[in-house]
């Protein structure tokens, strides 16, 4: 099964609500400019910025996720061993690159505790 692109995600729903790129970008509190990149496949926007298109859209942010991104928090070993603090960091300031560092590791069979030490690693680093 193909994933659908987040451009054309955001595309479909904002036309199925109705809103014009402007409505939805003053809705969202984005510039129109922002909507229009994103559906042109131009932009890849932070997670901030995605989770005001889905708010303001009345739709989970998870929703604009690729099918196999959505995965990896549905893997119970993965999901079980990331706590909030860890979810919350990861969704946040576009940390979602670090999910495929968990799915490439669960497909290793790297133990969740030591992923979770990992991302704990790198995100101080980050913050240094």
Avoid: C
Avoid at 71 to 88: C, G, K, Q
Avoid at 101 to 117: G, H
Wanted: glycine letters at 6%; aromatic letters at 6%; charged letters at 30%.
């Amino acid at each position: 099964m193909k994933d659908i692109k987040l451009k054309d995600k955001l595309n479909n729903l904002r036309t199925a609500r109705g809103y014009s790129m402007e409505k939805l970008g003053e809705l969202a509190g984005v510039g129109q400019n922002t909507i229009s990149r994103i559906e042109n496949g131009d932009e890849n926007p932070r997670i901030d910025t995605l989770r005001k298109i889905a708010g303001a859209l009345n739709v989970d942010v998870y929703y604009f996720l690729n099918d196999s991104m959505r995965t990896y928090f549905d893997i119970p070993e993965v999901s079980d061993a990331l706590t909030n603090e860890i979810r919350e960091l990861i969704l946040s300031g576009g940390m979602l690159p670090y999910m495929l560092l968990a799915k490439k590791a669960y497909d290793s069979k790297i133990p969740p505790d030591v992923v979770a030490e990992l991302i704990n690693t790198i995100t101080k680093i980050r913050d240094m």
